[in-house]
């Protein structure tokens, strides 16, 4: 499903406490105030993305999410999944529409996992052997079937994650959204949701737009990243791109006898210490090709250097930078 927001900005309002006055005055006080959560997003999905929506807490993720699946509507601005105002047609997008949140649970929290997936097969109306088919596959892929008789409620978060993971997909949605879909989990129920996350691409393909704070995850599934800051838009490009806006620059890694002072390296442009070093590790960033091999040579050759590393900018190093050059 193609997403359009222009302009939109969605606000809260909140009651609070007086600034000012006596104690019992702002006890039983409440003044009213706006909060700007969206300050003017313009962004464009097309059909088939998978794209990780990026930024701190706060920054706006839920409440674009929201917009999308047509829970909130904007203060201003516009929202369209399909050429369609989602909130209106809330019903028609419902049954297109995937939604996963650790906030939001989507299965009957009494019921044993095997009926909440059948009652999702009939609101979704699908058919018996379809439903059959779907439904053992994802159960296998995400190994939940030792809880099908067992009620929501008694699961632990991860098995309730990878649940509520199926139950989302049993109708096919062209449209998936999923916000922070494995904060809290272990290694083992992220790696399998990320697996069932990257196989859809090849299998009904539908746009997928991730909400995350887990840089690992979103570079797993998606190849493409939006980045908000404080309801703005900072960053919209594929991973690809912003990896290469890191060029050429690594970093250079010495682990070293605790104290040792290393020779000091030459001043060469572009070479900087960071200096964030410990005592057994130092750091630096450089531009590949500009530092020489006798350099590495020498280290390599003295008895209390353990090891010399070079390393290409994480993810991570890259959208920190991106941080700071934005704000
Ligand atoms: N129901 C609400 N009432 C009042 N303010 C809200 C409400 N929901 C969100 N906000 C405020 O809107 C801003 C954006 O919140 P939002 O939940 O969209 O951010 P987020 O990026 O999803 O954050 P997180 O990563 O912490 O989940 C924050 O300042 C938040 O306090």
Known sequence: MRIRLESVHRSYRVRRPPESGGRLTRLVRRVSSEVEALHGIDLAIDEGETVGYIGLNGAGKSTTM?????????????????????????RQL????????????????????????????R???????????????????????????????????????RAELVGALLHAPRLLLLDEPTIGLDIFARESICEVLRELRHDTAPTVVMASHDLR???????????????????????????????GRRTLKIHHAADHRLPELPELPGL???????????????????????????????????DVQI???????????????GT
């Open 217 to 247: 995850d979103v570079e797993a599934i998606c190849h493409r990243i939006i980045m908000i800051d404080d309801g703005r838009l900072v960053y919209d490009g594929k991973i690809d791109e912003l990896r290469a806006l890191g060029g």
């Open 123 to 161: 609101v979704y109306d699908v058919e018996p052997a379809v439903f059959r088919r779907r439904s053992e596959d994802l159960v296998s892929r995400l190994d939940i079937g030792r809880y099908l008789d067992t009620p929501v409620r008694e699961l632990s978060l991860g098995n309730r994650t």
């Open 94 to 121: 419902s049954a297109e529409l995937g939604y996963l949140a650790a906030q939001r649970a989507s299965l009957w929290w009494d019921l044993p996992v095997k009926d909440s997936y059948e009652l999702i097969r």
């Open 272 to 306: 900087t210490r960071i200096e964030d070093r410990t005592r057994t590790v130092t750091t630096y960033t450089f531009t590949q090709g500009e530092v020489p091999g006798e350099l590495l040579a020498a280290l390599f050759r003295d008895p209390r250097v353990d």
């Open 311 to 325: 390393e290409a900018p994480s993810l991570e190093d890259l959208i920190k930078d991106l941080y700071l050059r």
């Open 66 to 90: 929201k917009l999308v699946a047509g829970i909130l509507t904007p203060t201003s601005g516009r929202v369209t999944v399909d050429g369609r105002d989602p909130h209106r047609h809330r």
